[in-house]
């Protein structure tokens, strides 16, 4: 019977030296994709960027902002706990990354948009580039009534990854909800009926 051997052990390895590169560049290449360097703002009452942690929230309250949106999935129950002992409101917004945002979403922070005791507001995710993009998007739909053509141009120019299918959609989701998005439709949840303001 024939015997494979998957590795043969009298074979040198590699020296470490030789490896540190190598280990070095994938690092870095998975702190810039995961650690969210990307930040900004759509205008003076809505920025953006990865999950703060306690310094930055500081900074943010000195900026102004009072609210810090998080569209994780998980709640972040421990960067909540800071940010209301820093005077800062949290609100959680879970946005999946298998089903793109739906009206449960689009209502609630198109209200936290449009409430002046919240603005200006920050919203996060882990990479800030997919989920923030879709809400910064909203936002300037909400507050400078862009079509939602210019928001779906916004999110790709801020690093959306739109070749992952369900962010791909997020262009058809401002489309739809941009009367809703606009304030030109109210809907009510109770009857499912939209009506003209």
Not at 23 to 48: D, I, K, P, T
Not at 148 to 163: P, Q
């Amino acid at each position: 019977m024939r015997s494979l051997a998957l590795k043969n052990f009298d074979e040198p390895r590699i020296p470490l030296a030789q490896r540190l590169p190598i280990y070095f560049v994938l690092m870095v290449m998975a702190c810039l994709a995961l650690s969210g360097c990307r930040s900004g703002e759509v205008n003076s009452l809505c920025y953006w960027g990865p999950i703060p942690n306690e310094k930055k929230m500081k900074e943010l309250k000195a900026k102004g902002v009072k609210t810090i949106v998080n569209c994780r999935l998980n709640r972040l129950v421990a960067k909540e706990k800071i940010a209301e002992e820093l005077g800062l409101n949290w609100v959680h917004i879970p946005t999946g990354l298998f089903k793109p945002p739906g009206d449960e979403q689009i209502k609630r922070f198109v209200a936290v948009a449009n409430n002046p005791d919240m603005t200006p507001i920050f919203i996060c995710d882990q990479a800030a580039r997919d989920r923030t993009q879709f809400y910064a998007a909203v936002f300037g739909m909400a507050s400078e009534k862009w079509s939602a053509e210019k928001a779906s141009k916004a999110m790709y120019l801020n690093g959306l990854r739109h070749w992952w299918p369900w962010f791909y959609k997020y262009k058809e989701v401002v489309k739809q909800y941009e009367p809703e998005i606009h304030g030109e439709i109210e809907h009510t949840a109770d009857s499912n009926v939209y009506t003209t303001n």
